[in-house]
């Protein structure tokens, strides 16, 4: 492996998380046609095509400059002959034609409409599209059974599409954080993925939660959803385990995590013509037990790619496992302890990106 390559114009370390990635991205007409192309693979099952596409957008997003010729990219690592052909397409015509292609299919456009619904995911919306299901409209009119939360998913769907601010964000924080101090004194919460990134809105709002004594986090999920039940600010709120027998644990999996949908009161300047009074907000709760929080922070925190490229790094260049959960070393065969984030790239023998810098 080559784990930095020197070029003329650019010099751009091979794996996201050796890079300083902003929110400030200079090739985003090159990063949103290869991010297309990602998302229409990653629909497909198509995840080896999809994680080729989303490195080459992270490697743009972490240059200095605009791209404009494509003799600038000579020598760039994560660049495969699909990308680059992209890329070219781009610069040359203003547009990729596979990507215009993509986006007036008929497949991805119902793809897009059915998976922007919470609780469906590829393998469903590709099964219902195989059916002749194509929008919500022929979705209603199927029969088909939907479960409780898909149902939540199809009655909120256009508040569910609709990002969520930072404002909200802050918002739902303090809910959270009512919930999480009502039912367990002492419990601290902290703020995740995009939004510690920097990131101004988001798809959904993420948290961790734990507690400063070992054990006593034990139990803490259903409690908080009972609370935030009872107070209701929570709407069709539910828990879901991803280990079941037809998805096997990944490294993700083993918090108790808990996908739920808030229902926020908007502030009256937000009041619309509709006259409704609150909307409802996608909120990821996870709970830790303190001795991981340092490995769940960073697992949590994202971007999805840096984490991928985290744990890539830790395997194939450190000999060592990561995980949301824990860092292994293969080599003196036990675990490495760490209470903060820094710890862990001083392990992994990273330099220390911080958040707003993890946007790959
Ligand atoms: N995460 C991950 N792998 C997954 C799911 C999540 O690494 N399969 C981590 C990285 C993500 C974080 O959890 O950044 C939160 O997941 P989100 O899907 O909410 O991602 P973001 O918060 O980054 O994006 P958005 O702003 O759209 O919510
Ligand atoms: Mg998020």
């Known amino acids: 492996?080559?784990?930095?390559?020197?070029?003329?114009?650019?010099?751009?370390?091979?794996?996201?998380?050796?890079?300083?990635?902003?929110?400030?991205?200079?090739?985003?007409?090159?990063?949103?046609?290869?991010?297309?192309?990602?998302?229409?693979?990653?629909?497909?099952?198509?995840?080896?095509?999809?994680?080729?596409?989303?490195?080459?957008?992270?490697?743009?997003?972490?240059l200095p400059t605009q791209v404009i010729s494509m003799s600038q990219l000579r020598g760039l690592p994560c660049?495969?002959?699909?990308?680059?052909?992209?890329?070219?397409?781009?610069?040359?015509?203003?547009?990729?034609?596979?990507?215009?292609?993509?986006?007036?299919?008929?497949?991805?456009?119902?793809?897009?409409?059915?998976?922007?619904?919470?609780?469906?995911?590829?393998?469903?919306?590709?099964?219902?599209?195989?059916?002749?299901?194509?929008?919500?409209?022929?979705?209603?009119?199927?029969?088909?059974?939907?479960?409780?939360?898909?149902?939540?998913g199809l009655e909120h769907y256009d508040d569910l599409n609709e990002p969520v601010t930072k404002a909200e964000a802050d918002a739902i924080g303090e809910i959270v954080q009512k919930a999480v101090n009502s039912v367990l004194p002492g419990s601290e919460v902290a703020l995740t993925g995009g939004f510690r990134r920097g990131k101004l809105t988001g798809h959904d709002v993420d948290f961790l939660i734990t507690h400063p004594e070992e054990g006593k986090e034990v139990g803490l999920m259903p409690k908080v959803v009972a609370w935030l039940e009872s107070q209701k600010t929570t709407r069709n709120s539910y828990l879901e385990s991803k280990d079941g027998p037809a998805r096997p644990a990944s490294n993700m999996d083993r918090f108790e995590r808990c996908f739920s949908i808030f229902k926020l009161t908007k502030r009256k300047e937000q009041e619309t013509a509709s006259h409704k009074i609150w909307r409802a907000v996608r909120v990821d709760l996870v709970v830790s037990p303190i001795s991981q929080f340092a490995f769940a922070v960073l697992g949590w925190t994202g971007s999805k790619l840096f984490e991928r490229e985290l744990r890539r790094w830790a395997g194939h260049e450190k000999n060592m496992s990561l995980s949301s959960h824990a860092l292994f070393d293969n080599t003196q065969n036990k675990y490495l302890r760490a209470t903060s984030e820094e710890e862990i790239f001083a392990y992994l023998g990273l330099e220390y990106i911080p958040p707003s810098e993890r946007n790959a």
């Open 79 to 152: 660049l495969g002959e699909h990308s680059l052909r992209v890329i070219k397409d781009v610069l040359e015509n203003g547009v990729s034609s596979e990507v215009e292609s993509t986006k007036q299919s008929k497949r991805y456009k119902a793809l897009k409409i059915l998976t922007g619904i919470f609780g469906v995911g590829a393998k469903t919306a590709d099964r219902w599209i195989r059916e002749g299901i194509y929008n919500l409209e022929q979705l209603r009119d199927s029969g088909q059974t939907l479960n409780r939360a898909q149902k939540a």
């Open 1 to 62: 492996s080559r784990p930095f390559t020197e070029v003329a114009l650019f010099s751009v370390s091979s794996y996201a998380c050796q890079r300083r990635t902003t929110l400030d991205n200079h090739n985003s007409n090159l990063t949103d046609a290869l991010s297309l192309l990602a998302e229409n693979a990653e629909l497909s099952n198509e995840d080896g095509r999809g994680v080729a596409f989303r490195r080459a957008a992270a490697l743009l997003k972490a």
